[in-house]
């Protein structure tokens, strides 16, 4: 169905809403095609994004390559295909288009490191006008600076986190993901994602919480908890959700922008099931997680209503006590930051 030379697309009917009457129809639509996008050279429709036809160019995208894994190929071209612009399409990176690689965190759920990815980011330029109709171009940023996530274990496991984070994505995260490339040395799968300049939102507050102001401080709890929305509108719980696991990246305007990252203990929430030990940060870690009750996302709830005690205050929670079986119990009999 065609309006204006725009693709129609009718999602169905639905009827008693409040304030209508029961017998009220209403049609869902969707116009997915814009003139202002330029026209596809394949089909000759107008472009559903910038330089982007979803019709036709997200299969173009997973032709070409391999990365010699069926596994790894399948879960790239399966995010592929579901992008809704060019500049979202991962990809397989090879590993000596990165360079300068630099460990540059470590914990329980993988290695983090820096790199220069010398193909740089996907981008679109404005091309400018042809007979009337604007142009638009598929190009790349020059090199830049990328973060790199290893996770210990399995490949399966690996592949697991790596659809987390797009399937969050997907739903409007704004952690960038590049795609998958492998240590040619030891042939461990690491994820290629945004590189966050003020490094974890822990880190950040021990060294700058003196220069925040509350406008600073509510912005920040804006993004996290949009963020964290979007990880539950994914149908997904985090599970290991505190502030060393949120990253903070500045522009050059001064602007701080809060990401989630790790989503290794991340499952979806028909997953949930009851556990014979706990996993976390102690202090971030809802009572009833202690009691070994399944992790949900009202537990990812309670974490993030500790992490605001810590943007406000600038300390981390239960600072001055130790972190062991005695403060599991406070907490659990209701002990807060």
């Not at 009827?15 to 000759?44: H, K």
């Not at 429709?45 to 979803?54: G, V």
């Not at 090199?143 to 399966?156: F, M, R």
């Not at 993004?223 to 719980?237: G, P, Q, R, T, W």
Request: with cysteine; proline share 3%.
């Amino acid at each position: 169905m065609q309006l204006n030379n725009s693709e129609l697309k009718v999602y169905g009917l639905t009827q008693g809403i409040v304030g209508f009457p029961l017998t009220a129809l209403i049609l869902v639509f969707n116009f997915i095609r814009d003139d202002d996008n330029g026209i596809c050279a394949n089909c000759n429709q107008y472009n559903t994004s910038k330089a982007w036809c979803r019709t036709c160019d997200p299969q173009k995208t997973t032709q070409g390559w391999t990365s010699g894994n069926k596994n790894i190929d399948d879960c790239i071209k399966e995010f592929q295909l579901k992008a809704i612009n060019y500049k979202d399409v991962i990809e397989w990176i090879h590993f000596n288009r990165l360079d300068n690689i630099q460990k540059i965190g470590e914990g329980g759920f993988g290695s983090v490191f820096s790199a220069t990815w010398l193909d740089g980011k996907r981008i679109v330029l404005n091309d400018g006008f042809t007979l009337g109709d604007r142009k638009y171009k598929h190009s790349r940023t020059p090199s830049c600076i990328v973060a790199l996530k290893t996770l210990p274990g399995l490949q399966k496991n690996f592949l697991k986190e790596f659809k987390s984070y797009m399937e969050f994505r997907l739903m409007g995260g704004n952690l960038e993901v590049y795609g998958i490339t492998q240590n040619t040395i030891n042939n461990e799968s690491l994820m290629v994602f945004q590189y966050a300049n003020k490094g974890s939102l822990h880190n950040f507050l021990s060294s700058n919480f003196r220069e925040l102001n509350w406008k600073n401080k509510l912005k920040q709890l804006v993004d996290i908890s949009e963020n964290l929305i979007k990880v539950h509108k994914a149908k997904y719980f985090h599970g290991d959700f505190h502030s060393g696991n949120i990253l903070q990246d500045q522009y050059g305007n001064g602007d701080l922008i809060s990401y989630i990252g790790d989503l290794g203990l991340s499952r979806k929430n028909d997953e949930s099931e009851l556990e014979d030990s706990v996993y976390g940060v102690l202090p971030y870690v809802a009572p009833e997680v202690f009691n070994y009750r399944p992790y949900t996302i009202a537990s990812d709830i309670y974490s993030f209503g500790i992490i605001m005690t810590e943007i406000s205050t600038g300390k981390p929670p239960y600072y001055d006590v130790e972190y062991d079986e005695a403060l599991a119990i406070q907490i659990c009999n209701g002990l807060r930051p």
